[in-house]
Every structure is written in structure tokens, then in C-alpha cells.
T-cell receptor, first 114, second 116 residues
Framework: AQTVTQSQPEMSVQEAETVTLSCTYD???????LFWYKQPPSRQMILVIR??????QNATENRFSVNFQKAAKSFSLKISDSQLGDAAMYFC???????????FGKGTHLIIQP | SAVISQKPSRDICQRGTSLTIQCQVD?????MFWYRQQPGQSLTLIAT?????????ESGFVIDKFPISRPNLTFSTLTVSNMSPEDSSIYLC?????????????FGQGTRLTVV
């Protein structure tokens, strides 16, 4: 079974600074996808960024980028120029190449200090 | 993309009763998923709802407790049966959309259930 581990229950960063959230996963599959989701207090799950395992290039979406290390099974999220609106729970998630649901990590609570 | 409407958004229920949660998608999708998010916890997959066949349940979840219907490609329901306070959670509906090579999960806004 696949597992996703987020070792940082909570992170705090000053507004405009950069923060990195960690995620590791375990799988025996070669075809899979990784995601970072944001869940603000409204509880709506919002897709932040995704990475296809077959792509070596790290995904980037504006201020959000990932460091995908396939051999190490590591998938960290970097948020640059942090904004107050970035405050939320962040979940790392995995899905295999089949028609599966997502496996989530326990989440990291991100606090933005003004 | 896919837009998902989930009803109700919240409810307070008496123990021993049942609640049915509805999930409506604005496009036809093959796979629909139901998740539970217990207070302060992550999301756990309950089951995968397949149109035209029985739902597939994850370990620890059974059909008698969480019956699921999937009458067509845009709609599904999850029932939480014989509720107890331990069932107090957020329940979320999700779908995969987009070309299979790039699955992307979209979520409803969730149903916050409190059992008293």
C-alpha cells in the first residue's frame, strides 16, 4: 500500500518570505502522480500543483514550485513571496496510474506572520 | 475542470439516525470518490463509486454503514447509517477529470456532520 508522510505538523513564515513544506511517499509503482492541495478554513480543497512521475522537470505554478526527487521519493513544496492568503492546511497526495482515489498525508498547517 | 455541488453543507443529527449526502457534478465522470475527514485529521478514502456497479470500499469501511448509490455519471449519494458521535466528520465528494494521463481530483465543498 502507498503511504504519504508529512513530517511537519505546523510551519510558520514571515509574509514575503519563502517556506518549504516536506513530503515523502512510498510506492512500488512506476506510474503515479503527486499533488499538493490547500485547505483553507472554508474546507474547500484547492489544487495547488501537480507532478507526473514520468516528468523529470519540476512543476511550477507562479509562486509555487516543487522539488521532486523520484529516487528519494520526496516531493517538497516551495512557496515564494508568502502572502497572508496562503495560510491554510496543506496536504500532499498520491495517486497511482490506475483508477484510484488519492492517498493523503496528515497535512501541514501553514501560518503566515504579517 | 469539474464543478461539484454537495448537499447539505452541514447538519446536526441525532445518534441512531441516518443522513444522506448528495454529490452533483456538472459533467459526466467515470469515477467518483467519497472521503472522510475527521476533526483535525487528513482525508481518508471511504469508497469509489462506479456507475452501474457496486461501490468499492476501502479497508475499515463497510457497505452497511456507508451505502453508496451511483445512478448516473453525474450524481452519487453517500448515506451515513445508524450514526454515533464518532461519525462526526467532514465528508467530501471528489471526481477525477481530464485526460487519464493527467488525473486531477476536484472536490465538493464538503458536508460537516455533527452527531449528538
Amino acid at each position: 500500500a502507498q503511504t504519504v508522510t508529512q513530517s511537519q505538523p505546523e510551519m510558520s513564515v514571515q509574509e514575503a518570505e519563502t517556506v518549504t513544506l516536506s513530503c515523502t511517499y512510498d510506492t512500488s509503482e512506476s506510474d503515479y502522480y503527486l499533488f499538493w492541495y490547500k485547505q483553507p478554513p472554508s474546507r474547500q480543497m484547492i489544487l495547488v500543483i501537480r507532478q507526473e512521475a514520468y516528468k523529470q522537470q519540476n512543476a511550477t505554478e507562479n509562486r509555487f514550485s516543487v522539488n521532486f526527487q523520484k529516487a528519494a521519493k520526496s516531493f517538497s513544496l516551495k512557496i515564494s513571496d508568502s502572502q497572508l492568503g496562503d495560510a491554510a492546511m496543506y496536504f500532499c497526495a498520491y495517486v497511482g496510474g490506475g483508477a484510484d482515489g488519492l492517498t493523503f498525508g496528515k497535512g501541514t498547517h501553514l501560518i503566515i506572520q504579517p | 475542470s469539474a464543478v461539484i455541488s454537495q448537499k447539505p453543507s452541514r447538519d446536526i443529527c441525532q445518534r441512531g439516525t441516518s443522513l444522506t449526502i448528495q454529490c452533483q457534478v456538472d459533467s459526466q465522470v467515470t469515477m467518483m470518490f467519497w472521503y472522510r475527514q475527521q476533526p483535525g485529521q487528513s482525508l481518508t478514502l471511504i469508497a469509489t463509486a462506479n456507475q452501474g456497479s457496486e461501490a468499492t470500499y476501502e479497508s475499515g469501511f463497510v457497505i452497511d454503514k456507508f451505502p453508496i448509490s451511483r445512478p448516473n455519471l453525474t450524481f452519487s449519494t453517500l448515506t451515513v447509517s445508524n450514526m454515533s458521535p464518532e461519525d462526526s466528520s467532514i465528508y467530501l465528494c471528489s471526481v477525477s477529470a481530464g485526460p487519464r494521463a493527467v488525473p486531477e481530483a476536484f472536490f465538493g465543498q464538503g458536508t460537516r456532520l455533527t452527531v449528538v
